[in-house]
Each structure stands twice: as structure tokens, then as C-alpha cells.
């Protein structure tokens, strides 16, 4: 099966109140890692590639890669662009065979990020491709752009409906007090789920994606930071949460922060426990499979993806 675009993904995650795990991609081992859990789950999936890994990997490898994933599961797969901040990044990434795109103009006025937003769908959309924006403002690190914490803006259920009939864009990611990172609040863990319900009773059936959806797992901390690592009150968006917004209008899932805690985790404690290896394949492969028993918990027990292809 080729690489597929999500529209129909998300009209049967909106239907079925649950939603599509899209994982961020730098390397072969967290591809091999994710893919296999999705295949074991029989879930759909979406692979997606920021700026920051695009300049990591070369655009040209995680393609391929990606490329070799489709080849060997028969999975549907999207290839996505995460966070892409100008209509050129979009252009690009469309042109080399993605098959969704983000564009993320969210910094600038609502007149500017209609227009920017406009012009992605319009050249997107005339090659089949789909695109995500995004409406309000997450705290944390979007791609190379930090937005502090007195930044960040819930979105305003009231735009909504104006962005996205003027732009035709095909998801929305919205702020409801997520952030992206390993430090996603400093007290109690809390959503806006009233801004989601307003924009769900505003555009029915419209998928709704959420960023900076990582749970950041106690177990990875605590042994993150007992082989050496330094994450102190590092904190996500509890599982049962996100359950939830599963089962309202959000169809997309955004989750990088845990598969890089899990990778971090294993090879911290895999260092300590053998100093005296030194091949990657044994420590990579431990790191791989930690993404896929990760990405597996992530599809069966909180997307609710499993069985769904
Ligand atoms: O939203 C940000 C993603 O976690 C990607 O992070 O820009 O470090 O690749 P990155
Ligand atoms: P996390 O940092 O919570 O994993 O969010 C990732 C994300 O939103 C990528 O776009
Ligand atoms: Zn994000």
C-alpha cells in the first residue's frame, strides 16, 4: 500500500471516538520502532518529520526510510510535516511526496495566519495532499522557536469556525493547555476540554489535533535520572486525559517527548550496566524496542487505534 493521506483515517477516528498516534521521526531505529508496534496493533499511523529533523537527517533519508516502512508492513501511513513555519518548508516537503503537511503560522495576527494557511492549502490541496494549522499558541519549543509559558494563548473557540471556512484547511491543532516537552506543568495537570467541546459543537465532524500530547511516564524519569540523567519534576498530560479528547473531536495525537525519553532511558541504563560495550546494535536495539513496547501502550490503551485497519 502506498503512502495515504489521513482524510479518511480521521473520518473513522472522529466516528469512532478515537484518534491517530502521529509520532516524530528522526532515525531508523524509532521508524522500525513505531511501525512495528502499529503493525502488531493493526493501527493506522502517521510519521512525522520536523524542521529540526529534517536538518538532522537529510530530508532525502527519513523519505527513504519512511519509504522502506510502507515497503515491508503494508501499513496505511501518512508522511506529515510537523511544525512547518513557511509556505516554502510546505512546498518541499508536498514536492518530495509527502502526503500531509502542517503549516504552523499560529505567531502571527489571524489575518496573517489565514492568508499563509490559505496559500499551503491551495498548493496542497491541487496535489492531493492534506494540511493541518494551527489556531492559539502552545507553550514550549516549536522547533526552533521557543514560546514561553506568558505567550502561549488557548485558542479562541470563536475564530475557529472563520479560520477554517476561510482557509479550508483540513485539521486544526488548537492550545487547551498542552505544551510540547518533558516539562508540561508545574502543579496539577489541567485541559481546557470546554474550549475543545465549543469547537467540536461548531464544526462538527472536523478533526481536531493535539500538540504536546506526551504523558512523560514516572518510570522513564526515575530511571532517566538514576543512570545519571537530570529531569526533575518532569511532568505530562495524564493518560485518562487524552483518552478523552480522543473520544471528543480530536483525531490526531502528537507524541515525540515520550519515544525520546524511552530511547534516553534504555541506553542510560544500558550504559551503566555495560561499560564495556561498545557496539550501537546493542544498545540501539534495546532502544528500538523500547519505542515499539512505548508506541504499542500509546495505540492500545490510550488512542484506542488497535484494530482499526
Ligand atoms: O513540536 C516539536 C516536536 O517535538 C519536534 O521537535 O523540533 O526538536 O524536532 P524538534
Ligand atoms: P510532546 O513534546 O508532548 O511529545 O509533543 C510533540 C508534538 O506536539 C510534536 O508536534
Ligand atoms: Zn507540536
Known amino acids: 500500500m502506498p503512502l495515504v493521506t489521513s482524510t479518511e483515517m480521521f473520518k473513522k477516528a472522529y466516528q469512532g471516538g478515537y ?21 502488531e496493533e493493526k493501527s ?6 520536523s524542521a529540526g ?9 527519513l523519505k527513504k526510510l519512511v519509504e522502506a516502512a510502507v515497503e515491508t508492513t503494508d501499513l496505511p501511513i501518512v508522511l506529515h510535516l510537523d511544525h512547518g513555519d513557511s509556505f516554502e518548508i510546505c512546498k518541499d516537503c508536498i514536492d518530495m511526496g509527502f502526503t500531509s ?33 494551527e489556531l492559539g499558541r502552545l507553550a514550549g519549543i516549536e522547533d526552533d522557536v521557543k ?54 459543537k461548531l464544526l462538527p465532524n472536523f478533526p481536531i489535533v493535539l500538540h504536546g500530547a506526551s504523558s512523560v511516564p514516572q518510570n522513564l524519569v526515575e530511571v532517566i535520572n538514576k543512570y545519571g540523567g537530570n529531569m526533575p519534576g518532569a511532568k505530562g498530560v495524564p493518560e485518562d486525559m487524552l483518552r478523552k479528547a480522543a473520544s471528543m473531536a480530536v483525531c490526531k495525537i502528537n507524541i515525540d517527548s515520550d519515544i525520546r525519553m524511552a530511547i534516553t532511558a534504555t541506553i542510560r541504563k544500558y550504559f551503566s550496566e555495560n561499560p564495556s560495550h561498545f557496539d550501537p546494535r546493542q544498545y540501539l536495539g534495546p532502544a528500538r524496542l ?20
Not at 493506522?44 to 518529520?49: A, D, E, F, N, R
Not at 529533523?53 to 533519508?61: D, G, I, L, S
Not at 485558542?155 to 486544526?172: K, Q
Not at 501502550?297 to 482499526?308: F, P
Open 290 to 309: 523500547a519505542v515499539k513496547e512505548i508506541v504499542a501502550h500509546k495505540i492500545r490503551n490510550v488512542l484506542g487505534s488497535s484494530n482499526q485497519i
Open 44 to 49: 493506522p499511523v502517521i510519521l512525522q518529520v
Open 147 to 200: 514560546v514561553h509559558a506568558d505567550d502561549a494563548q488557548y485558542t479562541d473557540p470563536a475564530e475557529v469556525y472563520e479560520f477554517v471556512s476561510r482557509t479550508n484547511v483540513d485539521s486544526l491543532a488548537i492550545a487547551i493547555g498542552t505544551s510540547h516537552g518533558a516539562f508540561k506543568f508545574k502543579g496539577e495537570a489541567k485541559l481546557r476540554f470546554d474550549i475543545l467541546e465549543k469547537i467540536g
Open 53 to 61: 529533523a529534517r536538518k538532522y537527517a537529510n530530508p532525502v533519508y
Open 19 to 39: 484518534a491517530i498516534g502521529a509520532f516524530n521521526v528522526n532515525n531508523m531505529e524509532t521508524i522500525q520502532g513505531i511501525v512495528e508496534a502499529a503493525k
Open 101 to 133: 503537511v502542517m503549516i504552523d503560522a499560529s505567531s502571527h495576527s489571524l489575518e496573517e495566519n489565514i492568508k499563509i494557511t490559505k496559500n499551503v492549502v491551495d498548493y496542497a490541496h491541487d496535489r492531493g495532499v492534506v494540511v493541518e494549522a
